[in-house]
């Protein structure tokens, strides 16, 4: 081979190297400012998160001052199940929570009590969607616990990936049950009832499952009841809520056994206590599947229990949590149910 070619082909190889060597540059520069932009924009949405939950906080007092005693309480719940350095310091320390107390201000020596949990895989107990609920449980005389449980928003990064869903939120809700009877003397504690909607409605269901005697009545509208299904009807962006290293960490397909471990529909037998299921058939959000299936696993353990199924009422998901005349006569029955076991000291009217 003549010494031009050789030093031809070196050339060339030489080139090559240098393009990618290049291309290699570019595409970690290219991940690093990915990655920083994603920081950036995950720190915003925190702190957008932060101020509007401080915003809302400030709503729930003005919106019911007149009829309320409100207050913002800390208490703790149990350690994170999952850590990334079970050695460091504060390492398997109880997790600090957070949750709103309502007291009727016009009320007997007395009164019942309803843990009232919100819903929405990260979410948070808000004005928008749980004050006129609010307004009228109060308005029946009730004393209220609204718990912002693990992975709740408006409290950071770090309490966000603490989620567990249906796992130590669970837990976390009792404990808020257990602090309100432990601190407001006003309360009887053999008048508690506890309710939710959607992921509030599951919570709801597994407090009942996991603590049959600590509660009276329950209701739990439009509940998450079949998480294994319910990862089958889903994208893949919510199963990855799932699957994230900091909660579960398997997809349903690596680890089923967990995800029935977590569904109501799948802990049917242990129900105990009286229970009010309400669902609807045009729901986008939770399909009727699921909740049929836990109506089907309720019957077929033999319990009692009532139930609705709306068929096409309108709002979808949030069907009786708007101000609709059906959302209304809705939440009249809820209402008559619970007051059937609580003995509220205003009922709801008849007449109504």
């Not at 320390?93 to 957070?98: H, Y």
Request: with cysteine; charged share 25%; aromatic share 10%.
């Amino acid at each position: 081979m003549k010494l031009r070619t050789v030093l031809h082909l070196i050339v060339i190889a030489l080139g090559v190297c240098v393009l990618r060597a290049q291309t290699t540059v570019s595409h970690v520069a290219t991940n690093v400012v990915e990655d920083r932009l994603k920081a950036l924009e995950d720190s915003v949405r925190y702190v957008d998160e932060h101020l509007a939950k401080a915003v809302d906080d400030l709503m729930w007092l003005r919106r019911l001052e007149e009829i309320a005693i409100i207050d913002k309480v800390r208490f703790t719940g149990p350690a994170p199940r999952v850590t990334n350095n079970p050695t460091a310091q504060g390492a398997g320390n109880p997790l600090v929570l957070t949750a709103y107390t309502f007291i009727p201000k016009n009320r007997p020596e007395k009164i019942p009590l309803l843990v009232y949990i919100h819903g929405g895989v990260h979410s948070d107990f808000r004005t928008g969607d749980e004050l006129h609920i609010t307004r009228e449980l109060l308005e029946q005389g009730y004393a209220i616990i609204a718990p912002e449980y693990r992975g709740s928003t408006g409290y950071g990064k770090e309490f966000w990936e603490k989620i567990d869903y249906g796992g130590l939120e669970i837990e976390d809700v009792f404990a808020s049950k257990q602090w309100m009877l432990e601190n407001h003397a006003e309360v009887d504690p053999e008048r508690v009832g506890i309710l939710g909607w959607s992921h509030g409605g599951m919570i709801t269901l597994m407090n009942l499952f996991d603590y049959p005697s600590d509660y009276k009545v329950a209701y739990a509208g439009v509940p998450v009841s079949d998480l294994v299904a319910r990862m089958g009807y889903k994208g893949d962006d919510y199963r990855g809520l799932f699957a994230a290293p900091y909660h579960i960490g398997k997809t349903a397909e690596d680890n089923v056994n967990e995800y029935r471990r977590r569904s109501p529909a799948w802990n049917a037998e242990k129900l105990q206590t009286p229970l009010f299921i309400e669902t609807n058939t045009s729901d986008e959000d939770v399909n009727v599947l699921e909740v049929e299936h836990l109506i089907q696993a309720l019957k077929a353990a033999g319990k009692n229990f009532e139930y609705k199924i709306y068929t096409n009422a309108p709002g979808g998901h949030q069907f009786n949590r708007l101000d609709t005349k059906v959302a209304k006569e809705s939440r009249v029955g809820i209402y008559r149910f619970l007051a059937r076991y609580l003995n509220p000291p205003n009922p709801p009217n008849a007449q109504k």
